[in-house]
């Protein structure tokens, strides 16, 4: 075998584990050769964080975490970086901008902070021991103004395409979508609106470039001049690829980042809607030709239970439709699950979440997610502003729960959980064991279905308590890479 068969052979196994997915094959596919495909770390992860707020009085915090992941490798390193990743002097002299945050180790969270308006996106890359898991969570506290509140979102893996129902163009909302290019060659993106009767007209939000390294703010407002109370905003790569989140701003109930649905899919779980959530409204959108029917259930701690007057939702093709639940929980931990009456047609959904009452209602957002799968985690939790909540639709699951050392020190706590099937339930999450500062909590489901779980974290700012929801997806810290064979039979073909 020549070097460079040899060197093609060791490039596809190294790309296995840094990209996530791989595919080889036997010369003779009805041979039993191939050997089951191992689960290895990851070697790097990139994650894209949006430019927090243009608001003077914001003050954001960025809380990174990786957890001990065994088969990891012993070296690495991770940063957090401005999307211009390079400053000028005043000779001119490019410069390197220094890190907003390098963790130090795995298991421990590392935190930074910037204030005002002027924060700019931010590119974090995390290689060999810091890559499986990595997670980074954006916080950031208005105090007032539109969007004042409490907003906070999970920096991003850059895609090629988007979904966002929940957005709008009503007269109260200032709704941006961000768009962030990790990469070195532009990228050029479409972005569509989609609204209760259908496409908007705009030709403005095609092919928009946004550079290398660099992020673009795109006000949803100077894409149409139609008002809609719920869009859903289609974010289509059309080269290279981007990060995107929807930061969603009402002059009057506060604001947060929507993030993106999960894929289009048939049956959509929300989970941890709060319990004492005052207004939920859901909106929903299939972009296929075909009308969607589904069947509306709310997951509580008791079971499952069909919203009054709300059984079924019906979903035009390419229209969004929206209906407000109000206070669907009833007091309870709740979760959201939709499923085809009878053929599945592929749906987009997220919650919009409204606490409090009169001049002290907050917005958040909770869309639809994929399963916690093998491991998800999410940062910046403190123990008495921190709910997790754990949904487990079709069957029962044992999940174990780990809260990590503390960004000021301690040590890392375990506890495992029973969730029925059919139910939600707002868990007594561990704290770290004489922990200081933000920690952050790792969920693994043991055994039984599915999980899907969410964290909701509260502040209060001047007597108003601002609040922001994340999903907990599967944090696609492992990678499957098939146990490859040497076979020369190759090279003689």
């Given amino acids: 075998m020549n070097r460079t068969t040899l060197a093609l052979i060791a490039g596809t196994a190294a790309l296995a584990v840094v990209t996530g997915f791989a595919t080889l094959s036997t010369p003779d596919a009805g041979a039993d050769t191939a050997k089951a495909a191992a689960e290895l770390p990851v070697e790097r992860t990139s994650l894209l964080c949006p430019a927090p707020s243009t608001s003077d009085l914001?003050?954001?915090?960025?809380?990174?975490?990786?957890?001990?992941?065994?088969?990891?490798?012993?070296?690495?390193?991770?940063?957090?970086?401005?999307?211009?990743?390079?400053?000028?002097?005043?000779?001119?002299?490019?410069?390197?901008?220094?890190?907003?945050?390098?963790?130090?180790?795995?298991?421990?969270?590392?935190?930074?902070?910037?204030?005002?308006?002027?924060?700019?996106?931010?590119?974090?890359?995390?290689?060999?021991?810091?890559?499986?898991?990595?997670?980074?969570?954006?916080?950031?506290?208005?105090?007032?103004?539109?969007?004042?509140?409490?907003?906070?979102?999970?920096?991003?893996?850059?895609?090629?395409?988007?979904?966002?129902?929940?957005?709008?163009?009503?007269?109260?909302?200032?709704?941006?979508?961000?768009?962030?290019n990790p990469d070195d060659s532009a990228a050029v993106v479409d972005i569509e609106l989609y609204g209760k009767n259908g496409a908007l007209e705009s030709t403005v939000g095609e092919g928009i470039t946004v550079q290398p390294h660099s992020s673009e703010p795109i006000l949803l407002s100077t894409l149409t001049d139609e008002k809609q109370t719920n869009l859903t905003v289609h974010v289509n790569v059309r080269s290279g690829r981007v990060g995107a989140a929807v930061q969603a701003l009402d002059d009057k109930l506060g604001g947060d980042w929507l993030a993106a649905s999960t894929d289009p899919a048939g049956s959509l779980v929300l989970p941890g809607i709060p319990k004492d959530a005052t207004a939920v409204r859901l909106v929903a959108f299939t972009p296929g030709d075909a009308d969607a029917d589904l069947k509306v259930r709310l997951a509580s701690p008791t079971g499952e239970f069909t919203p009054a007057g709300n059984e079924t939702l019906h979903v035009k093709a390419g229209m969004t439709t929206a209906v407000d639940l109000g206070d669907v929980t009833r007091g309870e931990a709740g979760s959201l699950i939709l499923t085809p009456t009878d053929q599945s047609v592929p749906v987009v959904a997220a919650l919009r979440v409204t606490r409090g009452k009169g001049d002290a209602q907050e917005t958040a957002f909770i869309p639809a997610?994929?399963?916690?799968?093998?491991?998800?985690?999410?940062?910046?939790?403190?123990?008495?502003?921190?709910?997790?909540?754990?949904?487990?639709?079709?069957?029962?699951?044992?999940?174990?729960?780990?809260?990590?050392?503390?960004?000021?020190?301690?040590?890392?706590?375990?506890?495992?959980?029973?969730?029925?099937?059919?139910?939600?339930?707002?868990?007594?999450?561990?704290?770290?064991?004489?922990?200081?500062?933000?920690?952050?909590?790792?969920?693994?489901?043991?055994?039984?279905?599915?999980?899907?779980?969410?964290?909701?974290?509260?502040?209060?700012?001047?007597?108003?308590?601002?609040?922001?929801?994340?999903?907990?997806?599967?944090?696609?810290?492992?990678?499957?890479?098939?146990?490859?064979?040497?076979?020369?039979?190759?090279?003689?073909?």
């Avoid at 960025?62 to 999307?83: C, D, H, I, M, R």
């Avoid at 410069?95 to 204030?115: C, F, Q, W």
Wanted: with cysteine; net charge negative.
């Fill in 58 to 180: 914001a003050e954001t915090s960025y809380t990174s975490f990786t957890p001990v992941t065994k088969g990891a490798e012993s070296s690495g390193n991770a940063e957090l970086q401005s999307a211009g990743e390079e400053s000028a002097d005043k000779a001119g002299k490019k410069k390197a901008d220094k890190p907003v945050l390098e963790p130090e180790e795995p298991g421990k969270p590392a935190i930074g902070d910037t204030s005002g308006g002027d924060s700019p996106a931010l590119i974090g890359t995390a290689e060999g021991k810091f890559a499986p898991g990595w997670t980074v969570q954006e916080t950031t506290q208005v105090a007032a103004g539109t969007g004042r509140g409490l907003q906070g979102v999970n920096c991003s893996a850059a895609d090629t395409e988007f979904w966002f129902p929940g957005a709008s163009t009503d007269a109260d909302r200032t709704d941006y979508v961000h768009l962030t």
């Fill in 369 to 493: 997610t994929h399963p916690v799968g093998t491991r998800a985690t999410v940062a910046d939790n403190t123990s008495k502003g921190s709910t997790l909540s754990l949904t487990a639709p079709t069957r029962a699951a044992r999940v174990k729960v780990t809260a990590s050392a503390g960004s000021g020190g301690g040590t890392a706590v375990s506890k495992t959980y029973t969730i029925k099937a059919g139910t939600t339930q707002n868990i007594d999450a561990p704290v770290p064991s004489g922990g200081k500062g933000t920690y952050a909590l790792t969920v693994e489901p043991v055994s039984g279905g599915p999980v899907y779980a969410a964290r909701t974290l509260v502040e209060t700012e001047e007597g108003v308590s601002g609040f922001t929801i994340q999903t907990l997806p599967d944090d696609r810290g492992m990678v499957a890479v098939p146990d490859a064979e040497q076979d020369l039979s190759v090279l003689q073909k």
